[in-house]
C-alpha cells in the first residue's frame, strides 16, 4: 500500500520523554518538537534510517498525547507523524498505522476542528484518498475531497490545504483545477519557524508542477 504520507520502543520514548523536564514544560513546546522532527525526519533521510526514526518518533508522540490529551494540536501531530511513517513504511503493514493516525486525527476533531487552522481536516483527507477502499482498506475519494475542501475553507491560502488538495485532484485527473491549487501554494506565505518544511513542500509542488505540465 502507497501512503502519502507498533512501536516496540515506546517504553523507553515514554521514559525519555517524562524525563525531559523544561523541555516538555508544555503542549506547545511538544508540537514544536513534532514538527521540527518530522521535517528533518521527512526531508533529511531516507532509507532504513527514515523508517527508524519515524518509529521512534511515532512513540514520542504517543507519550505526548497521552501527557496532553485535550490538546488537539498534539493529537493532529501524532497523526501526521503516523500517516507519513505509513508512507515511508509501505505495504499491508502501513494500514494499521494509518488507522491510528485516522484515529488521532478523528480526536483532535472532536477537541477543536479549527486547531492549527484545520490542519486535521488536510492530513485526514489525504489519508482517505491514499489508503485503499474497502474490503482492504478506510480510502474513499468522496470523503476526501469533502475533508480537503473544508481544510481549504479554514485556510484558503495555506500551502499545505491548497497543496494536499491538488494532489487529489492530480489523482481525479482534475489537471486545470490542480494546477491553481499548486500556484496558490507555491505562493503561500512563509510559516514560522518552518523553514525546513516550507523548503521541502516547495520542492513536492514544484515536481507536481512539472508532472502535470502539458495536461
Known sequence: MKLKHVHHGFALATAL????????????????YLQQRWAEINYRTTGDA?????????GKAEAITRANPNSAETWIWSGIVKSTYAGAKGGLGALSLAKAAKADLERA??????ALQGSAYTSLGALYYSVPGWPIGFGDDDKAETLLKKALSLNPDGIDSNYFYADYLIRENR?????????????????????????????????????????
Open 17 to 32: 520523554y517524562f524525563g525531559c523536564g523544561a523541555a516538555w514544560a508544555d503542549a506547545a513546546s511538544d508540537v514544536k
Open 175 to 215: 489537471y486545470p483545477e490542480a494546477r491553481t491549487h499548486l500556484e496558490k501554494a507555491r505562493q503561500a506565505a512563509p510559516r514560522p519557524d518552518r523553514e525546513l518544511a516550507d523548503s521541502g513542500r516547495q520542492a513536492e509542488i514544484t515536481a507536481k508542477l512539472r508532472e502535470i505540465e502539458g495536461k
Open 50 to 58: 527514515k523508517l527508524t526514526a519515524f518509529e521512534q518518533l511515532a
Open 109 to 114: 476533531l472532536q477537541l477543536d476542528p479549527s
